[in-house]
Each structure stands twice: as C-alpha cells, then as structure tokens.
C-alpha cells in the first residue's frame, strides 16, 4: 500500500525566501504525482502534475522534481510571498489509486 | 483548467438527517469522479470512485449505505450522507478529470464543510 509523507508538516518563512517542500513514498511504480495547494477550508487548486517519466515540471516560480527510483518530489518555491500562504500537498497515483500526503502548511510573513 | 463545482459548500444539520452534496463539472464531462473526505489537520482521503451509470467503487471501510453516491449524468454526482451523526463531520470534496483537455490532472471542487450537531 502506497504511503505518502510529506515533511515538514509547517513552515514559516519570511518573504522573498526561497523554499523546498518535500515528499516522499513507498512504492515508485507510479503514474504521475501532482503537487495541489489548499487554502483554508477551501478547494485543492492543481499546481504541477509530473508524469512518471519526467524528471521536473516548472510553472512561474514553482518548480517540482521527481525523483522515482528514491521515492522523492521535492516542491520549490521561488521568492516566497504572503500570498503563498497555504497548505501544500503531493499527491501519488498508483494506476488510478491517489493517495495523498497530509500536506506542509506554509506561512510567509510579510 | 476545467471547473467543478460543489454545493454546498458548509452545512449545518441536526443528528439523524440527511444531507445531499452535489458536485458537478461545469465545462467537460467527467464519467468518474472521485469523493474524498478531510478531518482536520489530516490528509485527503479517498472514500469511492463514482462511476456514470454505474455503481460506485468505496474504499474499505466505507458504508456503501452511509454515503450513497449517484452518478446520474456526465456532468453530476451526488453524495448522500445518511442518518448523519456527530463523527461524520468533516470537509468532504469531489474531483474529476477532463481527459480531453486536462490528461490525468485532477480538477477539484471547492468542498463541503459538514457540521453534525
């Protein structure tokens, strides 16, 4: 059974720092992992899909990595901003099977 | 991207009722959609794959009874938590995907906040 972590489960940063959020799972026979952002008591809004067979995906200043054979993605985040403030989880699918991680909660003070 | 949306988005209902969720892709047709549901502080976690025109596929440990699930037309489904109690609280939200435009993204509702008192 996949198992999803994500580390670390809260950070907060000051703005303009760059910043990494990781994940990591159990079985590397995936299909795709996808990073999401959630605010608060809201909806998952899709940040970057990665397919199995690719190595990064970038969007702006996002910029995710995958890792398959050690089992890691890492999210990172260029000059952070008050506006990235939220909660930030990876999600891994296993032939249609998603399982998430239990998410970062990211704070940029202004 | 695509847009689902889901109604409502916060309830508030007495013990023993029922409440209905609905969630709909505004701009594609989805024949799957997926139901999730979040306690706080915790992960996303998978209750059952709808399916139109179809039964739907529940995760184990889900009640198939509990939280009925329709999946009448391409573009709705609906989840029904019934004889709701005080531990099925929670933030429940569906997703789908538009294979046409969006490959294997997951497009995700905005989400239901259900409180049982």
């Known amino acids: 059974k996949q198992e999803v972590t994500q580390i670390p489960a809260a950070l907060s940063v000051p703005e303009g720092e760059n910043l990494v959020l990781n994940c990591s799972f159990t079985?590397?026979?995936?299909?795709?992992l996808q990073w999401f952002r959630q605010d608060p008591g809201k909806g998952l809004t899709s940040l970057l899909l990665?397919?199995?067979?690719?190595r990064e995906q970038t969007s702006g200043r996002l910029n995710a990595s995958l890792d398959k054979s050690s089992g890691r993605s890492t999210l990172y985040i260029a000059a952070s901003q008050p506006g990235d403030s939220a909660t930030y989880l990876c999600?891994?699918?296993?032939?249609?099977?998603?399982?998430f991680g239990a998410g970062t909660r990211l704070t940029v003070k202004p | 991207g695509a847009v689902v949306s889901q109604h409502p988005s916060r309830v508030i209902c007495k013990s023993g009722t029922s409440v209905k969720i609905e969630c709909r892709s505004l701009?594609?047709?989805?024949?799957?959609m997926f139901w999730y549901r979040q306690f706080p502080k915790q992960s996303l976690m998978l209750m059952a794959t709808?399916?139109?025109?179809?039964?739907?596929?529940?995760e184990q440990g889900v009640e198939k009874d509990k939280f009925l699930i329709n999946h009448a037309s391409l573009t709705l489904s609906t989840l029904t938590v019934t004889s709701a109690h005080p531990e099925d609280s929670s933030f429940y939200i569906c997703s789908a995907r538009d294979l046409i435009r969006g490959g294997e993204k997951l497009f995700f509702g905005s989400g239901t906040q259900l409180s049982v008192l």
């Open positions: 079985d590397s026979a995936i299909y795709n």
């Open positions: 999600a891994v699918n296993n032939n249609n099977d998603m399982r």
């Open positions: 701009d594609f047709q989805a024949t799957t």
């Open positions: 709808s399916n139109e025109g179809s039964k739907a596929t529940y």
């Open positions: 990665i397919q199995s067979s690719q």
